[in-house]
């Protein structure tokens, strides 16, 4: 019998008792429990986290398989891995069963009855969460990597015209597939780059297939998991203007255009460009002499979003190359939840974190000329109050 054959057959010693592989994919990619209740690691001389903090994935990858982070080469628990006896010259042990590997996963004990490395947290995990892991654990082997190919890593691109890359990685060539929307599925891609004017539509389609994406600019405060947009939120748009009133004469900040009570007493009308947008700014019944000032979250040219997303094509191609061999969506979403500073063309310096998924602090005013009418920056970019 072929070795493939044998390792499907013995899945089931691996996934124990009938646990849920959909419940055990959030605690190896989110260590969060699908029951609700928090999850905790504990690390080192027992240091105790959450588990959140320390999803398997992390260190381990999307397929189990590991991959070296400061000098620590973290195990390979693919099922083809578990289930044969480990014999090199850092460590001898059986194959794993699915107590044995229940115990190696609670309390840091390997197949063989030794310690695991240090590096290694263990995980307070009830029965039924720790079936669940296991039967996400027994399938790592059969799943696919949605856009990672032996040849290629595909990112999808909407609002900008890219040239891909000459370079490869890792034997992979990047493949831009350039979208007239966002995708229903997005099974084929590993990432998706929105240079649009308003991203909230891919964002919503990323959301729903976990897919990463880099967009823009969004009104939505919430990007989602794998949501990372560059310019500022709605809400620090709403701050700066808020921040602007303290400093100019008889401000009024308008939520809506219908909002016309008491404007003739206002001396500077202030509005988000989300606002401005629904209004006809010819219509409100602003006398002369009155000021306007209105938010943006970048300066509206499309050509430098075509600039910009340009850049973010050298980012993610960089981070690619970080990520490995073995990248993946989740490795993707580790890599930009570092990024700090990067040179984005002619935008101010912004930042993502795994809290923080709008990047830039800098807002984009203009003040109406009367002269002629037009919108002028005045002055440009504004850093919000946090």
């Given at each position: 019998?072929?070795?493939?054959a044998?390792?499907?057959?013995?899945?089931?010693?691996?996934?124990?008792?009938?646990?849920?592989?959909?419940?055990?994919?959030?605690i190896?990619?989110?260590?969060?429990?699908?029951?609700?209740?928090?999850?905790?690691?504990?690390?080192?001389?027992?240091?105790?986290?959450?588990a959140?903090?320390?999803p398997?994935?992390?260190?381990?990858?999307?397929?189990?398989?590991g991959r070296?982070?400061?000098g620590?080469?973290?195990?390979?628990?693919?099922p083809s891995?578990?289930?044969?006896?480990?014999?090199d010259e850092?460590?001898q042990?059986?194959?794993?069963?699915?107590?044995?590997?229940?115990?190696?996963?609670?309390?840091?004990?390997?197949?063989?009855g030794?310690p695991?490395?240090?590096?290694m947290?263990?995980?307070?995990?009830?029965?039924?969460?720790?079936?669940?892991?296991?039967a996400?654990?027994a399938?790592?082997?059969?799943?696919h990597?949605?856009?990672?190919?032996p040849?290629?890593?595909?990112?999808g691109?909407?609002g900008a015209?890219?040239?891909?890359p000459?370079?490869?990685?890792?034997?992979?060539?990047?493949?831009?597939?350039?979208?007239?929307?966002?995708p229903?599925?997005?099974?084929?891609?590993?990432?998706?780059i929105?240079?649009?004017?308003?991203?909230?539509e891919?964002?919503?389609?990323?959301?729903?297939?976990?897919?990463?994406?880099?967009?823009?600019?969004?009104d939505?405060?919430?990007?989602?998991?794998?949501g990372?947009?560059?310019?500022?939120?709605?809400?620090?748009?709403?701050r700066?203007?808020?921040?602007?009133?303290?400093?100019v004469?008889?401000?009024?900040?308008?939520?809506?255009?219908?909002e016309?009570?008491?404007?003739?007493?206002?001396?500077?009308?202030?509005?988000?460009?989300?606002?401005?947008?629904?209004c006809?700014?010819?219509?409100?019944?602003?006398?002369?002499?009155?000021?306007?000032?209105?938010?943006?979250?970048?300066?509206?040219e499309?050509a430098?979003?075509?600039?910009?997303?340009e850049h973010?094509l050298?980012?993610?191609?960089?981070?690619?190359?970080?990520?490995?061999?073995?990248?993946?969506r989740?490795?993707?979403?580790?890599?930009?939840?570092?990024?700090?500073e990067?040179?984005?063309?002619?935008?101010?310096p912004?930042?993502w974190?795994?809290?923080?998924?709008?990047?830039?602090?800098?807002?984009?005013?203009?003040?109406?000329?009367?002269?002629?009418g037009?919108l002028?920056?005045?002055?440009?970019?504004?850093?919000t109050?946090q």
């Amino acid at each position: 019998m072929k070795l493939a054959a044998i390792l499907f057959a013995a899945l089931p010693i691996l996934q124990g008792s009938a646990g849920s592989a959909d419940g055990g994919e959030r605690i190896f990619r989110e260590g969060v429990s699908p029951r609700g209740t928090p999850l905790v690691a504990t690390v080192g001389r027992g240091d105790a986290v959450p588990a959140a903090l320390l999803p398997c994935v992390n260190c381990h990858g999307a397929d189990g398989r590991g991959r070296s982070e400061g000098g620590v080469r973290p195990a390979d628990i693919s099922p083809s891995a578990l289930l044969r006896p480990l014999r090199d010259e850092r460590r001898q042990r059986p194959a794993y069963d699915a107590s044995r590997l229940r115990r190696a996963i609670t309390m840091g004990i390997d197949a063989g009855g030794q310690p695991l490395d240090a590096a290694m947290p263990r995980y307070a995990l009830s029965l039924a969460d720790a079936d669940d892991l296991l039967a996400y654990l027994a399938r790592l082997d059969q799943r696919h990597e949605p856009g990672v190919a032996p040849d290629r890593l595909r990112i999808g691109v909407r609002g900008a015209v890219l040239a891909a890359p000459a370079q490869e990685i890792y034997g992979r060539r990047i493949e831009l597939v350039h979208l007239p929307r966002p995708p229903a599925r997005s099974d084929d891609l590993l990432l998706l780059i929105d240079a649009g004017a308003d991203g909230d539509e891919s964002l919503t389609a990323a959301a729903a297939e976990e897919l990463p994406a880099i967009v823009f600019a969004a009104d939505g405060d919430d990007a989602g998991r794998g949501g990372f947009v560059i310019t500022a939120s709605l809400a620090a748009r709403q701050r700066a203007l808020e921040s602007l009133a303290a400093s100019v004469p008889a401000p009024r900040v308008i939520q809506d255009c219908g909002e016309v009570a008491g404007l003739s007493t206002a001396h500077t009308l202030l509005l988000t460009g989300r606002v401005a947008a629904a209004c006809d700014l010819a219509r409100l019944p602003w006398p002369a002499g009155q000021s306007l000032r209105v938010a943006l979250p970048a300066p509206p040219e499309a050509a430098l979003r075509q600039a910009v997303a340009e850049h973010v094509l050298q980012l993610v191609v960089e981070l690619l190359r970080q990520a490995g061999r073995n990248v993946s969506r989740a490795a993707v979403i580790a890599r930009l939840q570092t990024v700090r500073e990067p040179a984005l063309g002619a935008l101010p310096p912004l930042q993502w974190s795994a809290t923080r998924r709008h990047g830039l602090d800098h807002v984009w005013l203009l003040r109406l000329d009367e002269r002629d009418g037009r919108l002028q920056p005045a002055p440009g970019w504004f850093r919000t109050v946090q």
